[in-house]
């Protein structure tokens, strides 16, 4: 697989419609890796790579066409599989026009972990930033986190307050006071956190912020992961968020 294909300049490229992809394994995606943490390389037709409108910032912060695993030099750790920001990049890019995605989730990352300051939110709000700077507007931040923060009842308690403070650290240190934010309700972790933490995220009650329940859809044998095909219809459902909400928003 090649991904050597990099768009250093500007230059010819329409301004591209930026989506921040953050989170944890869930969003950096899995899809398709077996128990020996192989990818079995099976892309399919909604995740497509498309050269004239998709793209994705890399690890050394230039755009490139967009293909999976979009997160193979971000969440260096482990190996990675389809998530669902292709299938998402696909169902908006009729309405949005050029995309580019910006991958920054971290597998096995807790929410204390993405606090202002810290290495991880730093580094995600330094890499919006850049792919403003190169070429682009940002039009939503897509969250998918909080398998790792329901170990406990302390982490669970502590949720709330951490993911709302994220979402008014982010807005502030990017500027935009209205960034659209789309969550998705877990829907593995702990079992005996499981449901207080899907009903943290469903409530919370911040303008623009909106939650989508990854509830029904499969995962894999390890029963934390979501299939490749859960990630697809993963990526559908975030994209109806966000024209939705789009809609709302004009």
Same mark, same amino acid.
């Given at each position: 697989? %090649?991904?050597?294909? @990099?768009?250093?300049?500007?230059?010819?490229?329409?301004?591209?419609?930026? +989506?921040?992809?953050?989170?944890?394994?869930?969003?950096?995606?899995?899809?398709?890796?077996?128990?020996?943490?192989?990818?079995?390389?099976?892309?399919?037709?909604?995740?497509?790579?498309?050269?004239?409108?998709? +793209?994705?910032?890399?690890?050394?912060?230039?755009?490139?066409?967009?293909?999976?695993?979009?997160?193979?030099?971000?969440?260096?750790?482990?190996?990675?599989?389809?998530?669902?920001?292709?299938? +998402?990049?696909?169902?908006?890019?009729?309405?949005?026009?050029?995309?580019?995605?910006?991958?920054?989730?971290?597998?096995?990352?807790?929410?204390?972990?993405?606090?202002?300051?810290?290495?991880? &939110?730093?580094?995600?709000?330094?890499?919006?930033?850049?792919?403003?700077?190169?070429?682009?507007?940002?039009?939503?931040?897509?969250? &998918?986190?909080?398998?790792?923060?329901?170990?406990?009842? %302390?982490?669970?308690?502590?949720?709330?307050?951490?993911?709302?403070?994220?979402?008014?650290?982010?807005?502030?240190?990017?500027?935009?006071?209205?960034?659209?934010?789309?969550?998705?309700?877990?829907? @593995?972790?702990?079992?005996? &956190?499981?449901?207080?933490?899907?009903?943290?995220?469903?409530?919370?009650?911040?303008?623009?912020?909106?939650?989508?329940?990854?509830?029904?859809?499969?995962?894999?044998?390890?029963?934390?992961?979501?299939?490749?095909?859960?990630?697809?219809?993963?990526?559908?459902?975030?994209?109806?968020?966000?024209?939705?909400?789009?809609?709302?928003?004009?």
């Amino acid at each position: 697989m %090649d991904f050597s294909e @990099s768009i250093q300049t500007n230059e010819a490229n329409p301004t591209k419609q930026i +989506f921040i992809l953050s989170g944890q394994s869930n969003m950096a995606g899995r899809g398709g890796v077996d128990k020996h943490n192989h990818w079995d390389g099976v892309v399919p037709p909604e995740c497509a790579a498309d050269s004239c409108k998709i +793209f994705r910032l890399n690890a050394q912060l230039s755009w490139e066409v967009a293909r999976e695993p979009l997160h193979h030099d971000i969440d260096t750790k482990k190996i990675c599989g389809v998530g669902p920001g292709m299938s +998402f990049a696909n169902a908006v890019k009729d309405s949005a026009g050029a995309i580019g995605l910006v991958p920054c989730a971290v597998g096995g990352t807790a929410i204390k972990e993405w606090a202002r300051g810290g290495h991880l &939110y730093e580094n995600m709000v330094n890499r919006a930033r850049a792919a403003v700077h190169i070429g682009g507007e940002i039009k939503a931040l897509l969250w &998918y986190q909080g398998e790792s923060d329901t170990a406990s009842q %302390d982490d669970v308690d502590c949720y709330k307050g951490n993911m709302e403070t994220l979402i008014h650290s982010v807005r502030a240190d990017l500027g935009l006071p209205s960034l659209p934010i789309i969550q998705v309700a877990i829907v @593995s972790g702990d079992q005996k &956190y499981l449901e207080k933490m899907r009903e943290i995220q469903k409530g919370i009650d911040i303008p623009n912020v909106v939650c989508v329940d990854a509830e029904g859809l499969q995962l894999k044998e390890d029963n934390l992961h979501l299939t490749t095909e859960a990630q697809v219809q993963l990526g559908h459902s975030l994209a109806q968020a966000y024209l939705t909400l789009s809609v709302a928003q004009n």
